[in-house]
């Protein structure tokens, strides 16, 4: 059957509801997170960096977008699940006293094919334990079933042991929002961790009402970020009038958007209401654009050339790694060896004198 046919199922089925009468909707009380703009620009940089394919550059954190506002970040793990093509990594920023823990969006199709499979998602998962909370199984298990997980834990259990308890700030953009925020939900609920804050960037949806309004109390500080008519945050869909039985985001959004005319525009930052999905925010427009998707806060959040899992790599960085047998890596590093030496190190085996 046709995405046209199937659509205009939805929107007779919605007209049937909506002569029905009553809409439903998350309960909500509006307290929660504060936006922080300047923590936005520098947690963006993170989940642009975790793009990037050449590993030791990656790991000795000397990479082309390793600059700028996370300039010092000391990457205690990278772990790369070749076998889901996906990655992530673990370090300590102590400008901003934080572990960060950053995923990687989608690499392996075209985003044009992966955002149109978006559409079809299904809500076939029960999340554990969560009476009546159904998520996405790809992106549950891209975190939960993978190599991924496992190397996240340990290594925020190795930073936490060397530098105390700190800020835990995961990030991701796109599927790797969608990662970031079974990992904060992860944390919070299995690791107790009190100190969790998640920010996204164009996430898609990732469980219905009930699975949002659970996330919300269990990870209040997360800010998800969605850009101007960036199509993937309106994925898989929503819609208003089935509103518990289809997908429903999570608070708190912040949409990015300009307003003004011609010399006049100027960038808004809106921080939305307690509900996940405020009709004045993203949901006030189309969802059509790949490339609003592509970069926020000018930001480019994608991989640098062709969308592949190819990754580079000095093998002799393998000296910190460990690859299973499907191939699936992860590079670690303890806290207590300062990076600097790590880079010469690197250095001199590269050009021996
Ligand atoms: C926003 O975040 C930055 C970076 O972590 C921090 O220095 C600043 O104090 C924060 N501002 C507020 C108002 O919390
Ligand atoms: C979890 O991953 C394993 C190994 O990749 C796989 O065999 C298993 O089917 C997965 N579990 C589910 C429920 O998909």
Redesign the pocket.
Known sequence: MGKIKWLLLIICSCFVVLSGGRELKVKHKDHLPIYNHTLATILVEYASAVYMSDLTELFTWTCSRCDDLTKGFEIIELVVDI?HCLQGFVGVAKDINAIVIAFRGTQEHSIQNWIEDLFWKQLDLNYPDMPDAMVH?GFY?AYH??TIRPAILTAVKRAEKFYGTMNIMVTGHSMGGAMAAFCGLDLAVNHRAQNVQVMTFGQPRIGNAAFASRYKKLVPNTIRVTNEHDIVPHYPPYYRHFSQKTYHHFAREVWLYSTGLGSLVYKVEKVCDGSGEDPSCSNSVTGNSISDHLAYYGVELCGETSRSCKIIMDPRIMDYGITDFRGNLVLSRDPAVPLLKLNTQLDNDRNPL
């Open positions: 076998q199984h298990y079933n993978t």
